[in-house]
């Protein structure tokens, strides 16, 4: 056994009740109630990387919540290594599907929950608890380090672009290592390749001023939600495709060297019917499940409101209707494009009798690895070193909108290991992570620091 292994299976115990600490703070970025937990766990992060070796770290203010950056700078002929993570979290509602609170953590069959326990606190927490094992342990950590620990990644990352921009000399860095991907089984390590970009907006459709009578009304006044329908149904096709004028132009093709890639990945489409809870499967027609999920564009409702939606009847016609739709973008899709295109498609669908409104959420590129990059091979070896099993390479259909801003900053690469594993209800309730893969993949990280450092000289 490595080192490495034999001081993370003595203070386990120790580190897991610290990651409980971390999940007990509710620092849900888009809840503004929470803003004095989202800074307290902001501070809770700065102190756990002075705790763990990197002394100094601070709490930088932006207009939104703080982020927290650390620095162990070894030398200045030394590579440099950023880490990116997040400690804000997405919200828990609805409370009542928890099987215990999502803020207070419990481990049950070798799964610890909480809300966070995977995306990102846990992941986030690996590397500090990795940092530690190297420095404990006389291994010393042989590159520059920099960390940067924002807290409005679940609400797209806002602040973060511009205070890369402003703090560019101090960030600069030879590769960027991110924990917030996932995993393909406990057996099978990961490294991410490439993720969907997206674009988030909201449509507001006004009719009458206020509500009505719906039959003193209804058939001659124009229904807000039968118009909001209408247009949603006409966003797509009946295979599945957006009907937003020149949406999959940029698309790249799937190559076929990608398809085959694909078909050797331990994949069942009837495992992942079965754990969505889905009578089937379905998506964009002419596409298997890791295609749509991987290489295809979306284009989804989020959020639907309007009308009467309580217990019982009331026979109204709505003044209004809302819809939260959301678009995933692929390479070579530019959000900036895709959201003019699709504000107009929507205004063309919009019947007479209705005025829309479309207010732009958040948005970010999608983005692919450079796996050609040395740093590919020093993550394989060192997953491979923590689970006893190469990486297999694979893409995520979500989001790290910040991802792509990070390599055309700093021009350098990103690296994406991340530790979540099928079904850990992220940004649902029961969100779990598995604590055999947490504790592998602390040595696998505590191993990695150690090869960067070669492939990056
Ligand atoms: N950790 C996720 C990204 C992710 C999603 C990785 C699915 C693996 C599987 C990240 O925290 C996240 O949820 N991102 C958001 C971004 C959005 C709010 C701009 C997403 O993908 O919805
Ligand atoms: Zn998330």
């Not at 995933?328 to 895709?338: F, H, K, M, T, Y």
């Not at 959420?361 to 020093?378: Q, V």
Request: aromatic fraction near 8%.
């Amino acid at each position: 056994m490595s080192d490495f292994s034999a001081y993370i299976d003595r203070e386990l115990s120790r580190f897991h009740d610290e990651l409980e600490t971390f999940l007990r703070i509710p620092s849900i970025s888009t809840n503004p109630e929470r803003a004095a937990d989202v800074r307290a766990c902001a501070d809770w992060v700065a102190e756990h990387l002075g705790a763990a070796g990197i002394p100094g770290a601070e709490v930088i203010e932006t207009a939104g919540h703080p982020i927290v950056v650390g620095e162990r700078i070894r030398s200045k002929d030394a590579p440099t290594v950023l880490v990116y993570g997040h400690y804000d979290v997405q919200p828990s509602e609805p409370d009542e599907l928890w099987s215990s609170p999502p803020f207070e953590p419990a481990v049950r069959e070798g799964r610890l929950y909480a809300r966070g326990a995977v995306d990102d606190k846990g992941q986030v927490h690996m590397h500090i608890k990795a940092l530690e094992t190297r420095l404990a342990t006389g291994a010393g950590v042989p590159v520059n380090l920099k960390l940067v620990i924002e807290g409005e990644e679940e609400v797209g990352s806002r602040h973060l672009a511009a205070f890369l921009h402003e703090h560019a000399e101090r960030l600069a860095c030879d590769a960027i290592l991110i924990s917030d991907t996932a995993m393909f089984s406990p057996e099978l390590p990961c490294i991410t390749t490439g993720l969907r970009g997206i674009v988030y907006t909201e449509i507001n459709v006004f009719g009458p001023t206020s509500d009505l009578h719906s039959g003193s009304y209804g058939g001659a006044v124009v229904n807000p939600a039968n118009a909001l329908a209408a247009i949603i149904a006409g966003l797509r096709d009946d295979r599945g495709r957006a009907t937003v004028p020149g949406f999959y132009d940029a698309v790249r093709p799937i190559s076929a060297r990608e398809r085959a890639d694909l078909e050797r990945l331990p994949m069942d489409e009837e495992t992942l019917r079965e754990g969505v809870g889905a009578s089937a499967l379905g998506g964009e027609a002419g596409f298997s499940a890791l295609e749509r999920l991987w290489y295809r564009p979306t284009l989804d409702v989020n959020g639907l409101l309007s009308g009467f939606t309580g217990e019982g009847s009331k026979t109204v016609l709505p003044s209004r209707a809302m819809a939260k739709v959301s678009m995933r973008l692929v390479p070579d899709q530019d959000p900036a494009q895709v959201i003019e295109a699709f504000e107009a498609r929507v205004h063309e669908l919009a019947p007479e009798g209705v005025t829309v409104e479309i207010k732009r959420s958040h948005g970010g590129a999608p983005w692919i690895a450079h796996t050609e990059h040395p740093i590919f091979d020093a993550a394989s070896a060192a997953l491979e070193s923590g689970f006893g099993t190469p990486p297999a390479f694979v893409r995520e259909g979500g989001s790290i909108p910040i991802v792509q801003e990070f390599e055309e900053t700093f021009r350098a690469p990103a690296l994406l290991v991340g530790f979540a594993l099928p079904g850990c209800n992220a940004h649902a309730p029961d969100e779990w992570i598995d604590l055999g893969v947490y504790r592998k993949g602390i040595a696998a990280l505590a191993d990695l620091y150690g090869r960067l450092a070669d492939r990056l000289t």
